[in-house]
């Protein structure tokens, strides 16, 4: 174990996760929410939003005692990539961690007092149970029949076990024709070849099977679907890769999106998925296209999700994290850029520096270089494929490659065809031993996010008598949070509302100037402030109200004299 880790728990203690140390099935997922919401009863409560074609419930977690519908609120949501299994294993162990710290770690009850924690822990059910089944293949998408190549057949053509090991594979045929190569920094993995440093590619390459309706394409049409983060509204891509037949066009993404619009308290939604804007922050541009589309973060936004990139790095010592992915499509960009709410997104996991092999036998038994190769084994590669494999060598695994066999291929006669290649779901998933460690930063960082939502109150008020029974209230609606009370795109995506302000003094007092109710313009955070005042004639007191659902609700007396 590394010093950091041993570091994090120690900072963690409680929050640590308590969980078998495995992946869980979605029926695995159900079991264990039912006994964790039948264990927490008093702060956990469990919803399913839709039920799949599968038969699956999508679930929706909260975590708050009751009342928390009223509080101010994060969502977190995990497997909206399907094949990133571990982003739902990090959410069920923060709803683990959670709701066992309630009660008993006291900045988890402060927090939870003040704050919901709604957690969707495995937006598609159906896509993760893929890790479960034989053979084992990786898969993006939900069972909704598609036809992905547009040849009027609908799922003709999917992946076949050729060499009957349980897992859908790569295979590689050797044709001068082809785009690939073999890696020249690992020879497990194959690399398309880049014609600007003299490659040239000798392999075609395709996932395992044959061509079932003889197109001359392999594979091109398995069985479903849509990819959830390719099918939300933002920057969505018409006849785009897996991005479905249009927009929120499944029942599961439309039940996450009415999820988000339904609940007007969520401020901020943290996304499992690598179209990272954690480790690197958005960047605010100049607007492209005409009409001044928005297509980055807003100006005035940007300082706030860089905050959330150094606090990230501080608090994890997570970095050299792989490139985030370009968004199309993805639930985070639509979270933020439509739904208007403050949106973070990180990889749920990649690896660590790999630590120096003092064990050099593992190493040289599974890192087979390729004798090509002119690059020695120093070379540090910038693939994060490689690095990951590296890695996995460093800590002795050698069950992550299928070692390239030739294979004869009833397509291919002629030419030479082998079955090999990474084990699917290991590039992007850690080893099961390690989920619970692997999620105890992810842990801290969510509590850290959640921390960070508007916190209002009320203070300075005051009445100054201005004449026999006339009196001018006034008060100063502070915003003691990190974030402020909306975000420039919350204000202009108007699904988010804005702090209200209320005056009531009961029948004896009358407002003469100034609105008994008024929406302020978005409050900064660490102290920012409003001034609100009314001249109002009567006697007694009056009461001043203000809240909105993302920033929490205060109230405050003050007696007329
Ligand atoms: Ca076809
Ligand atoms: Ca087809
Ligand atoms: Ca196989
Ligand atoms: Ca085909």
Redesign the pocket.
Known sequence: MNKVLLLLILLCGMLYPQLPSRYHSSDELTKTLKQLSSRYSSILTMESLVRTSRGNDLWAVRIGKSGAEDRKAILIVGGIEANVPVGSEHALRIIESLARSYGTVDSITALLERTTVYVIPRANPDGADAMFAAPLMERETNDSPFD??R?A?VD??GTEDLNKDGIISWMRIKDARGEWIIHPDDARLMKKADPAKGEKGVYRLYSEGID??K?E?WN??PVGGTDFNRNFTYNYQFFGRNSGIHQISEEETRALANFVFDHQNIGLVLTFSSNDNVTIAWKNEPPKGEGGVISSVAKEDEEYLSSFAKKFTEMTKLKDAPKPAKGEGAFNEWAYYHAGRWSLSVRPWWPGEVPKAKDTSAVKDSTKKNPDSKKDDKDKSDDPSVKTLKWYDAAGRKDVAVAWTKFKHPDFPENEVEIGGVRPFVLQNPPAESLNAAAAPFITFAVHAAAQLPELSIVNASAKKLDDNVYRVSADIVNNGYLPTNSTLGVKSRWVRNVRVEIDGGKGVTVSSGKAKQILEPIKGSGGYRTVSWIVVGKGSVTLKAGSPVSGNATVKVDLK
Request: hydrophobic share 10%; proline share 0%.
């Open positions: 992905d190549d040849d057949a003709e053509d079932n309706d197109d394409e091109e049409d």
